[in-house]
């Protein structure tokens, strides 16, 4: 049974950082592609970013890029999401969320929610002063 767990959510300044970490277990990640969203109160969940398969791709919103990087530890099953410049607007619940029925796999950050069937709890970011 594939397992997603992230962490490292926080309250944070703007223009601060935070470093998501999204743990896969039963699966090994390097095959799948491995998406971020995030949702804020009164708000559809939106794409943030997402690894293709290999890591062979990444891809941003635009709202992101720049300011946010993805990443793996394949020796760890890891997902990172590095959040820089943080903006009170980045303030959501955000989920990883791995594409298990792909292989191998081409991702772009619109991708909709449907493309991924295995989710995880998410983590609370906060960007306040």
């Known amino acids: 049974q594939l397992q997603l767990v992230e962490s490292g959510g926080g309250l944070v300044q703007p223009g601060g950082s935070l470093k998501l970490s999204c743990s896969v277990s039963?699966?090994?990640?390097?095959?799948?592609?491995i998406g971020w969203f995030r949702q804020a109160p009164g708000k559809e969940r939106e794409g943030v970013s997402c690894?293709?398969?290999?890591?062979?791709?990444?891809d941003y919103a635009n709202s992101v890029k720049g300011r946010f990087t993805i990443s793996r530890d394949i020796a760890k099953n890891t997902v990172y999401l590095q959040m820089n410049s943080l903006k009170p607007e980045d303030t959501a619940v955000y989920y990883c969320?791995?594409?298990?029925?792909?292989?191998?796999?081409?991702?772009?950050?619109?991708?909709?929610?449907?493309?991924?069937?295995?989710w995880g709890q998410g983590t609370q970011v906060a960007v306040s002063s």
């Open positions: 969320a791995a594409d298990l029925r792909t292989y191998p796999a081409v991702c772009t950050a619109l991708d909709g929610e449907g493309r991924y069937n295995y």
């Open positions: 039963g699966a090994t990640l390097d095959y799948y592609a």
């Open positions: 690894i293709s398969s290999y890591g062979r791709r990444t």
